[in-house]
Each structure stands twice: as structure tokens, then as C-alpha cells.
């Protein structure tokens, strides 16, 4: 009678445990779903809340690792409160659309649109129109990514970057796994050592990628606005 009594106890509370998390799970995935919209293994961004709210997720190192990223949209990140992804594992498509409005002016070293792309990790077909002129250290700064571990793959960033050390119009850095292919930067880049037009410090690869900035110009040609610099993009055609 005893060995029924501890069955029936056991059961009981499994069947607890098993009700509580589904609770806590159908509680979770509502609320991930309403910030972006999931697809298949895809999760799809649109607007800039949910471009924001992908970003705030990104401050787990893990929480991006073996997810697939879309944009649906150009993002128009003027007058937001984004400032920068922390970090990334995941495969971030910009689906050929556009990034608009970022003003990186945090202070800090490890700058740039993504902080870090990790080992494994891809980043492609985007465009970033815009300014990484970050306070403080300042040191290892790109357009698209400051510290690379990753691929960046068919990627432009058109605008300016300025730091201290290790500064590119798309990468910091590019560490030794980290690979840089198909990108563009457009614009002006300004640091006092290990600068250049795609990569600042270059471990890794760099393949069939192209700059047309202007490298270490007066500090006044810096802090020029972005519409005294020809981009050679007509920003009205971009965000309807």
C-alpha cells in the first residue's frame, strides 16, 4: 500500500512540475513573438521597436547562438535610444535593406554597430548609413562591428568612424577566425594608429572588399554632419 501511496506522489508531483513549465513556456514565447515576429527558425524585424528589443536581447552572449535574423525593412534608428548590439552568435541578414540615423556617441572601446561578432557567427547584406564616434577609450571601432571573430559578408557602411586605435570603416578588428568579404565603407575614418578604410587591425581574412573613405582628415572634416559628405546615396529613396 506504501509503494502506491509513494507512486501516486511521485506522479503527482511530476505532473506538477509539467504543468508549471508549460505555464512558464506558453508565458515566455507570447512575449519573445511580440517583439519579433518569428517565421519557421527565422525571426523577422521590421520596425525599430522591434530592431531595439532584438538588440536589448543581445546583451546574453548566448541567447543569439543558432538563431537566424531578418530585416523586413529599411530601420530608421534617428531620434531612438539604440545604441549599439552588445554581441552576437547568431546570422543576421539585412535581406538588402538599409540601417539609417545611427549615432553611436557612447563611450567605450569595442564600437560599432555590433560590439562583437562572434566565432561563427554571420553577419550579410546590409547597409549602415551613419556616425560610430564614440567618448572615452575609444579604441578598436568600426561602422559595422569593432571587435570581429565572425564573417561579414556583403556589408557597407557610408559615414564616419573616428576612434583612437584600431579603427576601420568596417571593422576594428578582425580577429584570426574572423572573415571580411564583398563589404564597402564610404565616408571618412580617423584614429591615431592601426586605421584603415575596411579594417583597422587585420588577423583574419579580408576578400574582394573595396574603401573609398578618406583616412585621418582634420578633426574639423570629422565633425562635419553627415549630409557634407558625399556618400554617393540618395537618402530619400531609402525610407519612404
Known sequence: MRNIDNKKSFLNTL????????????????????AINISGSVYKISTTDEFEEFAKKCSLDTWSKGKT????????????SF????????????NGHNIVGFELSESGSQQGLFRYIQNGA???????IGSVIPG??????????G??????????FAGVVSGETTVGGIAGINNEDGTVSGCEARGSVKGKK???GIIGKNLGTVAKSTSSCSIN?????????LANIDLDVDLSTIIS
Not at 554571420?122 to 549602415?128: G, I, P, R, T
Not at 572615452?136 to 562591428?145: A, E, H, M, P, Y
Open 136 to 145: 572615452g577609450s575609444k579604441n578598436v571601432v568600426g561602422g559595422i562591428v
Open 217 to 225: 582628415t582634420t578633426s574639423e572634416d570629422i565633425k562635419s554632419s
Open 69 to 80: 535574423f531578418m530585416l523586413e525593412n529599411d530601420i530608421d534608428l534617428t531620434g531612438s
Open 15 to 34: 505532473m506538477a512540475f509539467i504543468l508549471t513549465f508549460i505555464m512558464i513556456f506558453s508565458e515566455v514565447t507570447p512575449a519573445l513573438a511580440e
Open 83 to 94: 545604441t549599439s548590439i552588445p554581441t552576437f552568435a547568431g546570422t543576421f541578414d539585412g
Open 147 to 156: 571587435d570581429n571573430s565572425g564573417s561579414v559578408i556583403d556589408c557597407t
Open 122 to 128: 554571420v553577419v550579410k547584406n546590409l547597409m549602415v
Open 194 to 196: 592601426n586605421t584603415g
